[in-house]
Each structure stands twice: as C-alpha cells, then as structure tokens.
C-alpha cells in the first residue's frame, strides 16, 4: 500500500505518494532530497504536515519527511548579561523547543507556544503567534541549497523576513533548512507583551513583562479556546491553522469597526473579522468541511472531507468576502498539486 499524505497531515487530508523516505540524520535527508533531484523526479520536504493542503491525488513524486534530532546550546558563563546560543536540528518539535527554552530561562519565544509542526519549517513562513515572530530570535538559518548542491547559512538579516513571509517562502522548495540558531536572552521574565488579548490575561499592560512561563501557559490557554492547539478528538483541531493570512491593505479600505494593525506599505486588518462579517459564521459549512467552530479563521475537516470539499469551501469565503469589502484573501498553508 503507498503511503498517504493524509496520515501526515493534520488536515488528514492527502493522496497517494510514489516514494516516502523518512531521513533521521542530515546526511539521510540531503542523500534523499540530491537523490531526487539528481533523477529530475519532484520532491516534497515534509515536516509535521500543519501547513500543508495536498490534493486528493496526492503528489507523484518523492515525499522526504525531516525526522532529524539534536539541540546545543551554547549558554554565557555570566547569565546576567550572556545569552544563549541555541542550535536546533529541523526535525525536533517546535512546541518542545519553546517548553525548554522556558525551562532552561531563555526568553523570547515563550509567546509561540502550541504552534505544531517542527522547526525547520519555522523560517519558511516566519512562524508567529501573540506579538513573537521566530524572525525576532533566530540568529541563523543553516540550509542545502538545492540549485547551488551545497551547504549555507543565512544570517538573519539575509533571511528575507516578513510577515509570514521569508526568502525561504519566496523561493518555494529551493532550500532545505537543516537547522536553526537562536539567539536568546537569560532570564525568568518573558519578553515584553506586546499582544492586547495576551496582556489582559496575564494582568499585565501592554508593553510590560510578565513570568515566561505564564505566558506559554496563558497563550496554551488561549490558543486551546480558539482551536488552536492539536487535538485528536477535536476536528476543530484538524486544520491547517489560519487559512488566510490578514490582509494588509491602505487604511481607506479598512471596513469601519475592523481591527487594525500597523503594517509595512499599509495597515494589517482581521481575516477573521472580514469573514466573520461576510456571512461565514463559526461552524459554517456541513458534515464534511467547514469553518472550526471556535474560530472562524481555520477550515477544518470534520471527518469525511476530502480536499476538494476543502478548496470549494476556501474559494467561497475568499470570494464573499472580496464581494463584501474588495478585499482578496490570500492562503496561509502551502498548497501541493491543488489552487485555490
Ligand atoms: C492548529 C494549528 C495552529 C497553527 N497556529 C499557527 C500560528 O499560530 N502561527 C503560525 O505561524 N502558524 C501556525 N500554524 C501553521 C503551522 O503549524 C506552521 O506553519 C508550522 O511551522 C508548519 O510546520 P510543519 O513542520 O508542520 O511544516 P509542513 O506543514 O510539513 O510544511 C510546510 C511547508 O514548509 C516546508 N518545509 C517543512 N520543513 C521544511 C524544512 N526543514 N526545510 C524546507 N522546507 C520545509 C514544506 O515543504 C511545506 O512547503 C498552525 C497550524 C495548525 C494546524
């Protein structure tokens, strides 16, 4: 039997692979992906599947899944004012990361808790939640570059970091990040709270700083209200997270009453709210797909889906809502041999 992308996505949804290879050491995966490339056959780097929509065909090709593992750190003899150098392999758990950086003090990424998926795939789409953004702490991006055949490391200020948006992200498959380094300060305080809804449930104002390990609690808390933490028996988990990236557009085009958000080349509003107000309410949709019932921003699949279910249900939210406001969605979650 080939194996399925739906048992490797947390939409569970995906057909057929020709080739899946699981690479649990570096040289496994650039073997696997230079392997692949060499026999001019498609290749699909898969990590934990939470952003990925793959059509029901599934993907011809070779499906090379990052089971890589590892951590270093190197930790300032002086945890006054020495940071830590952190480096971890693609593979781990993005969620784990961020339990042992609060444990081990280092602060900065406390505020990305429940985020699923592994950490090589945190750069691509400059993973952020709450007011942190990965692009704030990574030091370092350590690559194979498919095209050049060799090993790089990206400085952060050449990682091409945007709102979900990375040089990664703009050159879709071409490198395949191997590990991240993160720059992190010591300390028990998080990083100030800059994300309002945050703020009120930890008590704190805006701006001030408040316990790391609060944080990763109060946005646990938070993110399971909304859907937003996987969970097996919960298909208002089996999503791929946010569908639709908030639209940045010039404030004119604003609705009245939207929430804004200050934004390189314009204002970032809610998709949230764009569709909430369109007509799409929560649980919108039927038995087999439709808008989670705790949070409008994330399709889910209730069981029976399939991923054209999925696409229609997508195309007509992007559409009502461009009907309402003029304002076009764009997706989140990478789309493999489907579009929207
Ligand atoms: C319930 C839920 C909540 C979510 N909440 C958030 C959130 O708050 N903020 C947010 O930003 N995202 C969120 N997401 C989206 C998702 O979790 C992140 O984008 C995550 O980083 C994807 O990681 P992954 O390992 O699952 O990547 P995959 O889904 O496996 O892959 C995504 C893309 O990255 C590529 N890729 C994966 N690993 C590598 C690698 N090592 N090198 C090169 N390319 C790679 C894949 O080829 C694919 O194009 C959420 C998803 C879900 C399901």
């Not at 939470?50 to 599934?58: F, H, I, K, P, R």
Request: a negative charge.
């Amino acid at each position: 039997m080939p194996e399925r992308l739906a048992d490797h996505t947390t939409l569970r949804l995906g057909g057929p692979v020709d080739r899946f290879v699981t690479a649990r050491t570096e040289e496994e995966l650039v073997e696997a992906v230079s392997t692949a490339d060499a026999a001019g056959e498609p290749c699909l780097v898969l990590g934990g599947g939470s952003n990925l929509v793959v059509a029901d065909e599934g993907f011809r090709g070779t499906v090379v899944r990052i089971a890589t593992s590892g951590l270093s750190a190197d930790v300032g003899d002086d945890p006054s004012c020495g940071g830590a150098m952190v480096t971890v392999a693609a593979g781990e758990s993005w969620d784990a990361f961020v339990a042992t950086a609060v444990d081990r003090r280092w602060v900065g990424v406390e505020a990305l808790a429940g985020i699923p998926g592994l950490m090589g795939a945190t750069p691509i789409q400059n993973v952020g939640a709450y007011g942190q953004e990965v692009s704030q702490t990574i030091a370092s991006v350590r690559v194979w570059d498919r095209t050049l055949r060799g090993i790089r490391t990206f400085a952060n200020a050449d990682c091409g970091f945007g709102y979900r948006h990375s040089r990664f992200k703009a050159d879709p498959g071409r490198h395949v990040v191997l590990s991240v380094t993160f720059q992190l300060p010591q300390g028990d305080l998080g990083a100030p709270v800059t994300y309002a809804e945050l703020a009120r449930a930890l008590g704190v104002e805006p701006g001030r700083r408040a316990p790391a390990a609060d944080v990763r609690e109060a946005v646990l808390g938070l993110r399971r209200a909304k859907g937003m933490v996987l969970d097996t028996g919960d298909h208002d988990t089996w999503s791929a997270g946010s569908f639709f990236t908030n639209p940045v557009v010039a404030a004119e085009l604003v609705p009245e009453g939207a929430p804004t958000w200050p934004a390189e080349g314009g204002v970032k509003t809610s998709a949230a709210w764009l569709i909430e107000h369109s007509g799409f309410g929560k649980g919108y949709g039927d038995d087999g797909v439709g808008l989670s019932t705790k949070h409008t921003l994330a399709l889910t699949n209730r069981g029976t889906g399939t991923t054209g279910d999925l696409l229609r249900l997508a195309r007509e939210i992007r559409d009502g809502v461009e009907a309402a406001y003029g304002i076009r969605l764009v997706n989140e979650p990478v789309l493999v041999g489907c579009s929207l």
